[in-house]
C-alpha cells in the first residue's frame, strides 16, 4: 500500500474541510498568516525557550526568554497578514501572555521535554506515516509520561479559569502516538491543555489547565466504526477531498482555495 505523510496538526483541518487541506497540502496553495496565529507562534516560541533553558540548566528568567516573542513578532520566518492588528500591540499582549505562563503555570509543571520531534511515525497496516512536535512531554509523581499541548486564543480560558479541552482530543490522541515515539515510551498520564487566554488588559487575560483523559481511545476502532486515524488514511487514500462550506474557516482570509471553490455557491 501506497504511505501518505501527514502532519498532525494539520489533522483537525482534514476533517474540517477535506478540500482545504487538499488546496493547503496537496495543491501548496498559501495565504499569509494571521496576526493571531503568528502570536500564538511567538507565546510558544518564548515559552519554550523558558522551559528549556530550565531543562537545560541555564534557567533563563521570563524577562530573558521573552526576547524569542519579540523576535516572533517583528521577524516571522513566514508572511503574516497583520490586518487592523498592530505589531507593537501583539508584542505587548505576547510578552505579557509569556510572562504569566512563566508566573503561573511552569512553576507548576514537571517536563522531560519541549517541543519534542518526531520525523516519522510509520503505521504500515494503513499507510499512513504520521509526523509532528508536541509542545511539551510532562511526568507525574508515580513516573508516568503525558503530553502538555500549549493553546492561545480569544476563547482558550473561560471567566471562571476553565480550559475548553473537548474540541481538542482528537489532535491530542494523535500527539500522544508521536510523543510516545519521539521519547521511546508509552504515554499513560492524561493529557494537559495549557490555555492563555488573549486579551488587551491585564484582567482579561488568563491562564488555566485543562485536563483530557483517555483521549487515545479515539484512536481505536472496531469493524463498524473506524478509528480516527483509519478514517484519515481513508479519506487521504480515495483522494475524495469534499468541501464543508460550513467551516468556520469557510473565508476567504482564512481557505487559499476560497476564489475557485467549487463547494459554495
Ligand atoms: S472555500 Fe470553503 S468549502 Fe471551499 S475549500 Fe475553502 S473552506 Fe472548504
Not at 509526523?131 to 511539551?136: A, E, F, K, L
Not at 490522541?173 to 488588559?201: N, S
Not at 481505536?220 to 466504526?225: A, M, T
Not at 480516527?228 to 482555495?257: E, I, T, V, W
Amino acid at each position: 500500500m501506497e504511505t501518505i505523510t501527514i502532519r498532525a496538526s494539520s489533522l483537525p483541518e482534514l476533517f474540517d474541510c477535506p478540500a482545504r487541506w487538499e488546496a493547503k497540502h496537496i495543491r501548496g496553495l498559501r495565504l499569509p498568516k494571521s496576526g493571531a496565529a503568528q502570536l500564538g507562534t511567538a507565546v510558544h516560541a518564548g515559552t519554550a525557550l523558558y522551559d528549556q533553558s530550565r531543562l537545560d540548566g541555564s534557567s533563563l528568567t521570563a524577562d530573558e526568554a521573552a526576547g524569542a516573542v519579540a523576535d516572533a513578532i517583528h521577524r516571522p520566518e513566514e508572511d503574516v497578514d497583520w490586518g487592523e492588528d498592530s505589531q507593537s500591540e501583539a508584542e505587548r499582549i505576547g510578552i505579557a501572555l509569556h510572562t504569566l505562563y512563566c508566573r503561573d503555570i511552569a512553576p507548576k509543571q514537571q517536563y522531560v521535554a519541549v517541543e519534542a520531534t518526531c520525523e516519522a511515525l510509520h503505521i504500515t497496516d494503513i499507510g499512513l506515516t504520521l509526523t509532528g512536535t508536541t509542545d511539551r512531554i510532562t511526568v507525574d509523581a508515580v513516573g508516568d509520561l503525558g503530553i502538555a499541548d500549549i493553546k492561545t486564543g480569544k476563547s482558550a480560558v473561560s471567566a471562571d479559569g476553565t480550559v475548553s479541552t473537548g474540541r481538542h482530543a482528537a489532535q491530542i490522541a494523535v500527539y500522544e502516538l508521536l510523543a510516545g515515539a519521539a521519547i521511546g515510551r508509552p504515554i499513560t498520564a492524561p493529557a494537559e491543555i495549557i490555555g492563555l487566554q488573549v486579551a488587551k488588559t491585564d484582567k482579561g487575560r488568563r491562564a488555566g489547565i485543562g485536563v483530557i483523559t483517555d483521549a487515545c481511545e479515539m484512536l481505536v476502532g472496531d469493524e463498524e466504526n473506524p478509528g480516527l486515524l483509519q478514517m484519515a488514511a481513508d479519506l487521504l487514500h480515495a483522494g475524495r477531498f469534499y468541501g464543508n462550506p460550513s467551516s468556520q474557516l469557510c473565508n476567504p482570509k482564512f481557505c487559499p482555495a476560497y476564489p475557485a471553490c467549487r463547494w459554495r455557491k
